[in-house]
């Protein structure tokens, strides 16, 4: 497994942009897909946004047009960039890996992924 570790998150205003990070160690991160999860107070944990170990994304229907996940394999580092931030936004945010042999398989299940970091507390204000 890998080791992560989010960065980012903050008090913005309702319209502002956020940028997330998250720094992978331990393992060979150019292997693993990824995703962003976040989970709202009295809500469940819920897929934001997923990339491929190639690539390839999914977003969450609410989020298409908005966030973008990307990834920097050099960096061993992933991304959300998350513009038009409105207040439903507000969450913990968790960045997840799993390990795969498949380059092209985005996975959008929580129980898909067995490394996950701390969570980056996103506030969102009016």
């Known amino acids: 497994q890998v080791q992560l570790v989010e960065s980012g998150g903050g008090l913005v205003q309702a319209g502002e942009s956020l940028r997330l990070s998250c720094a992978a160690s331990?393992?060979?991160?150019?292997?693993?897909?990824m995703a962003w999860f976040r989970q709202a107070p009295g809500k469940e944990r819920e897929c934001v946004a997923a990339?491929?170990?190639?690539?390839?994304?999914h977003y969450a229907d609410s989020m298409k047009g908005r966030f973008t996940i990307s990834r920097d394999n050099a960096k061993n580092t992933v991304y959300l960039q998350m513009n038009s931030l409105q207040l439903e936004a507000t969450a913990v945010y968790y960045c997840?890996?799993?390990?795969?042999?498949?380059?092209?398989?985005?996975?959008?299940?929580?129980?898909?992924?067995?490394?996950w970091g701390q969570g980056t507390q996103v506030t969102v204000s009016s």
């Open positions: 990339i491929s170990r190639n690539g390839g994304t």
């Open positions: 997840a890996g799993r390990e795969t042999f498949n380059p092209i398989l985005v996975f959008i299940l929580e129980k898909g992924y067995d490394s």
């Open positions: 331990g393992r060979s991160f150019g292997s693993y897909a």
